[in-house]
């Protein structure tokens, strides 16, 4: 047998010899190897978006819609509900928020605030909702401030105030600002201490802590690629605590809302006028689990303005129930649970099917690489079954003196592992530079949208690896029958030949 040491060195002369074998040998796989890293490294960084956008790891209960003379009439979602779901095996119980039920403001409101010299105004009613202030702890910051305020019993900043007077004209006022050094006459300044986060409240003349509200991503997106354009308005920054420092700190953030009151023209609300009144709500956080579209606060608010405009019922009837469960495999058991016993079901998952679409999606753009290093290896078949015709008396020469079966089939099969190897890294670094070429074009000539990435491509570990793996072995298998069928040459015959 020959040692390892003279074997490596023979397989690196004769490869290195060949310029034109392995060249032609070579070149398939480093096409194969070069769309094999860039369609996976595409497909894994599309994935990583679409959780941003659908987070998968959790499911969303609702109830069936159902209507009689035009009065909703679906299934209610209340306690005893949570109660039967937490009890289920397929649910997360060592998470201590596995079951989350969200509540929508089932009246109208709308908010009015001042943002960069822009008097915004938008409907609340319909686009925000509460949930469970534990649910949301994406950062310190907004596990410091996304919390129920009013709640609390001894907050030493509940101090008696004078409310701001009505104006005759809007519905509802703007937020007032900060005292001044310079107050200007007949101009109202909120009078509670810290007065970026708190304002006097109207109902009973106390300072009270402004409602904390996240909004999510896809809002800060479409804010950032739509509204913002067109109304000569500042993009927010991804880092959130950046873009608030920059604008002066929370009392930027802070707007009116107009609880019982809406901008929609002809509503049939029936609110009674005695049961208007204006809060305050001041923005804390960007977080994946508010509100796709709208806003979020913590549900003891929601509870208790429903409460008071819409009765107990309301107060006590949750808009869905999200659940996280042990195995994401279980959905289906879970699904048909809900569906027979409690007679619910899932929110239809548009993650879940873009997900679905993305692994069919990858699976083509592999097999499509797969295809073309395969084809790769018949090459390389046939281009050492041509050397092996060239070399024979070489590798007769080689079994004369002493060389065996097993050592000739290993530097041919040595041969193109390097070959492979070789190519697979070229690929790689090819697939390398085809993904920063596509990210430079992205950058300077697609416009931007929600949810761009900066980059279109991630490269994971595994996919380089997988990658110099696939090049490397299927070069093998093409030269395997070439080899074995070296090995197997007869000395004396391949010498005597010309």
Same mark, same amino acid.
């Given at each position: 047998?020959?040692?390892?040491?003279?074997?490596?060195?023979?397989?690196?002369?004769?490869?290195?010899?060949?310029?034109?074998?392995?060249?032609?040998?070579?070149?398939?796989?480093?096409?194969?190897?070069?769309?094999?890293?860039?369609?996976?490294?595409?497909?894994?960084?599309?994935?990583?978006?679409?959780?941003?956008?659908?987070?998968?790891?959790?499911?969303?209960?609702?109830?069936?819609?159902?209507?009689?003379?035009?009065?909703?009439?679906?299934?209610?979602?209340?306690?005893?509900?949570?109660?039967?779901?937490?009890?289920?095996?397929?649910?997360?119980?060592?998470?201590?928020?596995?079951?989350?039920?969200?509540?929508?403001?089932?009246?109208?409101?709308?908010?009015?605030?001042?943002?960069?010299?822009?008097?915004?105004?938008?409907?609340?009613?319909?686009?925000?909702?509460?949930?469970?202030?534990?649910?949301?702890?994406?950062?310190?910051?907004?596990?410091?401030?996304?919390?129920?305020w009013d709640g609390l019993k001894d907050d030493p900043k509940r101090v008696s105030c004078v409310p701001p007077p009505r104006d005759s004209v809007e519905e509802v006022i703007h937020s007032p600002g900060a005292p001044r050094s310079n107050p200007r006459p007949g101009v109202y300044y909120n009078p509670c201490p810290q007065p970026d986060r708190y304002y006097c409240d109207e109902v009973d003349s106390t300072c009270h802590h402004r409602v904390p509200i996240v909004m999510s991503p896809t809002m800060i997106e479409l804010y950032n690629g739509q509204f913002a354009k067109s109304h000569g308005l500042p993009v927010v920054d991804t880092d959130f605590i950046k873009f608030v420092t920059q604008r002066g700190g929370l009392s930027a953030m802070r707007f009116s809302?107009?609880?019982?009151?809406?901008?929609?023209? +002809?509503?049939? !609300?029936? *609110?009674?006028?005695?049961?208007?009144?204006?809060?305050?709500?001041?923005? /804390? #956080? @960007?977080? $994946?689990?508010?509100?796709?579209?709208?806003?979020?606060?913590?549900?003891?608010?929601?509870?208790?303005?429903?409460?008071?405009?819409?009765?107990?019922?309301?107060?006590?009837?949750?808009?869905?129930?999200?659940?996280?469960?042990?195995?994401?495999?279980?959905?289906?058991?879970?699904?048909?649970?809900?569906?027979?016993?409690?007679?619910?079901?899932?929110?239809?998952?548009?993650?879940?099917?873009?997900?679905?679409?993305?692994?069919?999606?990858?699976?083509?753009?592999?097999?499509?690489?797969?295809?073309?290093?395969?084809?790769?290896?018949?090459?390389?078949?046939?281009?050492?079954?041509?050397?092996?015709?060239?070399?024979?008396?070489?590798?007769?020469?080689?079994?004369?003196?002493?060389?065996?079966?097993?050592?000739?089939?290993?530097?041919?099969? +040595?041969?193109? !592992?390097? *070959?492979?190897?070789?190519?697979?890294?070229?690929?790689?670094?090819?697939? /390398? #530079? @085809?993904? $920063?070429?596509?990210?430079?074009?992205?950058?300077?000539?697609?416009?931007?949208?929600?949810?761009?990435?900066?980059?279109?491509?991630?490269?994971?570990?595994?996919?380089?690896?997988?990658?110099?793996?696939?090049?490397?072995?299927?070069?093998?298998?093409?030269?395997?029958?070439?080899?074995?069928?070296?090995?197997?040459?007869?000395?004396?015959?391949?010498?005597?030949?010309?």
């Open positions: 047998m020959m040692p390892a040491r003279n074997l490596t060195r023979m397989v690196v002369a004769n490869t290195l010899r060949s310029r034109r074998h392995f060249i032609l040998s070579a070149f398939g796989i480093v096409i194969g190897i070069a769309t094999f890293v860039v369609f996976l490294a595409s497909t894994e960084q599309v994935g990583a978006v679409l959780e941003k956008i659908f987070p998968v790891e959790q499911v969303q209960v609702v109830a069936p819609r159902a209507s009689l003379l035009g009065k909703d009439i679906s299934k209610k979602l209340d306690e005893s509900i949570i109660e039967k779901i937490r009890a289920r095996p397929e649910v997360d119980r060592a998470d201590p928020t596995a079951v989350v039920p969200r509540m929508t403001l089932a009246f109208p409101a709308f908010g009015r605030g001042n943002f960069e010299g822009n008097d915004l105004k938008f409907e609340v009613g319909g686009f925000a909702d509460g949930i469970n202030p534990d649910f949301v702890s994406d950062d310190d910051r907004t596990r410091e401030l996304f919390k129920d809302i107009g609880l019982g009151l809406t901008t929609i023209a +002809g509503t049939n !609300a029936n *609110i009674a006028q005695r049961k208007v009144r204006r809060v305050e709500g001041v923005l /804390v #956080g @960007i977080s $994946a689990k508010a509100m796709p579209i709208g806003m979020t606060m913590p549900i003891q608010y929601i509870q208790r303005w429903n409460r008071d405009f819409l009765g107990e019922e309301a107060a006590t009837s949750y808009s869905s129930i999200i659940v996280r469960l042990k195995d994401r495999n279980q959905i289906a058991v879970f699904s048909q649970w809900l569906q027979d016993d409690l007679d619910l079901r899932l929110e239809d998952s548009l993650g879940e099917k873009f997900a679905t679409a993305l692994f069919v999606i990858r699976l083509v753009l592999v097999l499509i690489s797969l295809v073309i290093i395969t084809i790769s290896s018949i090459n390389i078949a046939h281009n050492f079954f041509m050397q092996v015709t060239e070399r024979r008396r070489e590798l007769g020469l080689l079994r004369a003196v002493g060389a065996t079966q097993a050592d000739v089939l290993l530097v041919v099969l +040595g041969e193109a !592992a390097l *070959i492979g190897l070789i190519g697979g890294v070229l690929g790689v670094v090819l697939g /390398v #530079g @085809i993904a $920063a070429g596509v990210d430079w074009g992205s950058a300077h000539y697609l416009p931007k949208f929600p949810y761009k990435p900066d980059s279109w491509f991630h490269f994971q570990w595994w996919i380089v690896l997988g990658g110099l793996s696939c090049s490397t072995g299927f070069s093998v298998l093409g030269g395997y029958l070439p080899a074995r069928r070296a090995s197997r040459m007869e000395p004396a015959q391949a010498l005597t030949q010309n």
